[in-house]
């Protein structure tokens, strides 16, 4: 139904607004410090953690796919200068410093029990092993050893699962990692000394979530919002309503569906979008995580089949979508040989929307050999090409 006084878009103003909100395309930039990289950071809010690595981790991919001079000590780098924290957003996620005190509702309400963890908590070898740590330093999972006790269904020891939950309630942080394993600290050794450490009020908290994603998105429903978060929708609503009243967010209706946005964010319809500019995206993008989202404005109907049985799969392992212009338009299934230097494209599926795949193929070649780079590999193979048809069945094929 259609909002008294909504601001419409069309699908392509959307689009527009959503990718310059994300940062995408990039401009080009000389600036190589991991300064760049914070600055993405913030303006996206969170970036997501994973581990699988056939191609660099989502993380690093993200990153760089908003900062073409990202390098991977960026990350650590911004760590140890306590720019950036390791913590839980919708999932694991690197997260601004300037927002830390954002992330202590979760952490009060995980240590009083009114939120569940995965684990089940062993305050006695809690408490032992956070002392150890006051007494020693920062320790990982590696330097504690349980004797006598059993591993849960999770796959994790005790103490790792004591470790996590004083680091989910705030009593750890994680003050580097080492090989990709997490180094656990007490927070008030790795907290700057001059963070702002004030539990912020319901209205404070509420606001800060709906602003953050809003800036972030371009645009976004109540459902976008709170995507994955807990306990916290009574006081998103409460934000926009009151900051609808101030006249800082504007209802904006986009292909039939209601959605809020900023009104200063609104501006950057004026600024130009660079429509040749192709970016292979990481499945865990902050453009595309909400595949419900994606969908609706971008009509690209994704799914990440690593979790998938290989025999069920239509796309393969680890298809990473494709960005070109305004539209998502094709998706790659990559694997990195680190072996033999070379980016596999086992196989690169091209949306039916694309009219003239030779066009998108000459985009996408300094791209690849981009993200080959990236990758530290000297080359790229395109092993396969298939263009799907309207509903996304295989229609052709060449090599």
């Not at 993405?40 to 981790?57: F, H, K, P």
């Not at 240590?111 to 007494?135: E, N, P, S, V, Y």
């Not at 269904?153 to 090989?179: C, F, H, V």
């Amino acid at each position: 139904m259609k909002s008294k006084g909504a601001i419409q878009l069309s699908l392509s103003q959307a689009r527009k607004l959503l990718l310059l909100s994300q940062g995408l395309p990039t401009k080009a930039s000389k600036d190589k410090s991991s300064a760049q990289t914070l600055s993405v950071i913030e303006r996206l809010g969170y970036v997501q953690i994973d581990t699988i690595s056939v191609v660099q981790r989502a993380h690093h991919h993200t990153l760089w796919s908003r900062n073409p001079n990202y390098q991977l000590n960026h990350i650590d780098s911004l760590i140890a200068d306590k720019s950036v924290f390791e913590y839980w957003s919708h999932a694991a996620a690197y997260l601004p410093m300037q927002d830390y005190r954002f992330s202590l509702p979760k952490k009060a309400a995980l240590k009083a029990g009114h939120q569940q963890h995965w684990f089940k908590k062993d305050l006695q070898l809690m408490a032992d092993i956070q002392k150890r740590i006051a007494d020693e330093g920062p320790l990982m999972a590696k330097d504690f050893v349980s004797k006598g006790l059993k591993n849960n269904g999770w796959g994790a020891s005790p103490t790792k699962q004591a470790l996590e939950n004083l680091y989910m309630q705030g009593d750890l942080m994680i003050s580097e990692r080492r090989n990709f394993h997490k180094v656990y600290e007490l927070t008030e050794r790795v907290l700057p000394a001059e963070i702002n450490t004030s539990v912020p009020t319901a209205q404070e908290h509420g606001r800060f979530l709906v602003l953050r994603f809003l800036r972030a998105q371009g645009f976004g429903t109540l459902a976008e919002i709170i995507y994955l978060l807990k306990h916290i929708k009574a006081h998103a609503i409460a934000a926009i309503d009151e900051l609808h009243q101030l006249g800082e967010i504007d209802k904006v209706m986009i292909n039939g569906c209601e959605y809020y946005a900023c009104r200063d964010v609104l501006t950057l319809l004026d600024k130009r979008l660079n429509r040749r500019q192709v970016k292979i995206l990481s499945p865990f993008d902050n453009l595309l995580i909400q595949r419900k989202r994606a969908n609706a404005i971008f009509n690209f109907d994704y799914l990440l089949e690593c979790y998938v049985p290989a025999a069920k799969r239509q796309f393969g392992y680890f298809c990473l979508p494709i960005l070109w212009g305004e539209k998502l338009v094709a998706r790659a299934d990559c694997k990195a040989n680190r072996k033999t230097s070379t980016l596999n494209i086992v196989q690169l599926y091209i949306e039916a929307s694309v009219k003239d795949s030779s066009d998108f193929l000459a985009a996408l070649e300094p791209q690849l050999s981009q993200f080959a780079s990236f990758n530290y590999c000297k080359n790229y193979i395109i092993q396969k090409v298939r263009f799907l048809s309207q509903s996304n069945l295989l229609v052709s094929l060449y090599h």
